[in-house]
């Protein structure tokens, strides 16, 4: 059973610019959590969407944003890049609201 | 509402016990606990229902107080593999509440 796919697992993005970030869950699962790493402040909750549906939201700013497709997949958007933004961002799916898996992220560097 | 963790770092020589606390300000719904190590993304260990029920995995067990809203991780007897940071993650109000992390507490096992 394939895990959670994350892509592209590395980018690198100059300040200003936007930056697209891609999902795919677990076959079947359809809630899809984006959450931001970076050292000392743990996992920063984003967004979690279920069923297409944004159920839930972080205490980010606008410039981030996300969507999720009929087929589960989701992405996030994170436009006007600054240097703060750089992080590893992970996602999770589950099935219902148990256990949450993760993928292996996309660390963003902004520079 | 981000849950807090303590200690936030601990050092174990193999074969000693750790406790891992996690509390919240809010009621809790429910209590996951993850494990990350260094460059790889978090694996989920056990979630735990309101109800004060505890679980157990090997010699990882964890317990819910749900009146004082507070569960702790127990690593007994604790292996060179059990390094990493461990995070403990909480919904508040029912299963379609944002799953929120704490920043986490580092494990390091020496021999």
């Known amino acids: 059973k394939a895990g959670v796919t994350q892509t592209p697992r590395y980018l690198i993005k100059t300040r200003g610019q936007q930056v697209t970030l891609s999902c795919s869950p677990i076959?079947?699962?359809?809630?899809v959590s984006w959450y931001q790493q970076t050292p000392g402040q743990g996992l920063q909750f984003l967004f979690e969407y279920f069923s297409e549906t944004q159920r839930n939201k972080g205490n980010f700013p606008g410039r981030f944003s996300g969507r999720q497709f009929s087929n589960s997949r989701s992405e996030m958007n994170v436009s006007t890049l600054e240097l703060g933004d750089s992080a590893l961002y992970l996602c999770?799916?589950?099935?219902?609201?148990?256990?949450?898996?993760f993928g292996q992220g996309t660390r963003l560097t902004v520079v | 509402q981000q849950p807090v963790q303590s200690p936030q770092a601990v050092i174990l020589r193999e074969g000693e016990d750790a406790v891992i606390n996690c509390s919240s300000s809010k009621a809790l719904y429910s209590v996951h606990w993850y494990r990350q190590k260094h460059g790889e993304a978090p694996v989920f260990l056990m979630i735990l229902l309101k109800g004060g029920e505890q679980k157990g995995h090997e010699k990882i067990s964890a317990s819910f107080n749900e009146k004082k809203q507070q569960s702790s991780l127990y690593l007994t007897a604790s292996q060179l593999s059990y390094s990493g940071t461990y995070f403990c993650?909480?919904?508040?109000?029912?299963?379609?509440?944002?799953?929120?992390f704490g920043t986490g507490t580092r494990l390091q096992v020496t021999l």
């Open positions: 993650g909480t919904r508040n109000t029912g299963t379609a509440s944002k799953l929120t």
């Open positions: 076959s079947g699962h359809r809630s």
């Open positions: 999770a799916s589950s099935l219902d609201p148990t256990e949450a898996f």
